[in-house]
């Protein structure tokens, strides 16, 4: 069997070509990083814990009619997706002012937002992932206003289900991001990953503003037992999925 073709890597994951040129093979590494790639480190098994996360929270929205690139999880490290064409922008959802929303304005951490919040970056380390306005998108010709409208719509259908679902699990939805991309026929499909890296994770379980964080942040803020964190969000994850297949 000939060795995968490497396509992309990114700071968290490997993409491989296949045989079928509409499907990509990703890989999940262990690697850490914060403040775009300033801090850079190891979360030992985030790699497997993120692929698992991933796959059947996109396997959950799929079944809800959110179209995703997921087809399958083809090992603890590997999903296996649709080929798309990444749109380079990452859209973020707020429900809790957390993060750098409470850095930019006068917002509290831990203030709850009268309404979703949805905000556009681009993805470009070199500028620091700066926020757009909707404009400045349509100016640079990023996306399509059909598409931006098409972005944020499902956006906000997607923070509605998650929020219900890791309401299940006793975990708040602060924020987190979303990337989508184009398939072969255009259709505008969900992309990426959804787990502790790309969304903010409160623990209801737990009064402490510290040992609430189950996410990223324990990693960003060194507040240590980052491996912890994210093996408690999967327990919490499988354990509502499996209750789900059984009602």
Excluded at 52 to 58: D, Y
Aim: aromatic share 8%.
């Amino acid at each position: 069997m000939s060795t995968p073709s490497k396509l992309y890597e990114g700071k968290a994951k490997i993409v491989y070509a296949t045989e079928n040129l509409q499907e990509y093979l990703t890989y999940f590494k262990d690697d850490a990083t914060a403040f775009n790639a300033l801090k850079k480190g190891t979360i030992m098994g985030k790699g497997e814990i993120n692929c698992t996360i991933s796959s059947a929270l996109l396997n959950y929205l799929g079944s809800k009619g959110i179209k995703t690139h997921f087809l399958a999880q083809k090992s603890e490290r590997e999903m296996l997706v649709k080929a798309v064409q990444i749109i380079p922008l990452e859209v973020v959802v707020r429900n809790i002012a957390a993060g750098s929303l409470c850095k930019q304005t006068t917002l509290l951490e831990g203030q709850k937002l009268p309404f979703p919040l949805v905000e556009f970056y681009l993805k470009n380390d070199d500028l620091g992932d700066p926020l757009l306005t909707v404009d400045r998108l349509n100016i640079m010709n990023i996306a399509t206003v059909e598409q931006i409208n098409q972005l944020k719509d499902n956006a906000l259908k997607i923070n509605q289900y998650l929020i219900e679902f890791f309401g299940s699990c006793d975990i708040t939805l602060v924020d987190f991001k979303l990337e989508f991309g184009l398939d072969f026929e255009g259709n505008l499909l969900l992309a990426d990953e959804i787990s502790p890296d790309t969304c903010r994770l409160w623990d209801n379980l737990e009064q402490d503003i510290e040992k609430r964080v189950l996410d990223k942040d324990r990693f960003r803020r060194d507040l240590g037992k980052v491996e912890s964190a994210y093996q408690q969000v999967q327990k919490r994850v499988l354990t509502q999925i499996e209750k789900l297949k059984n009602t």
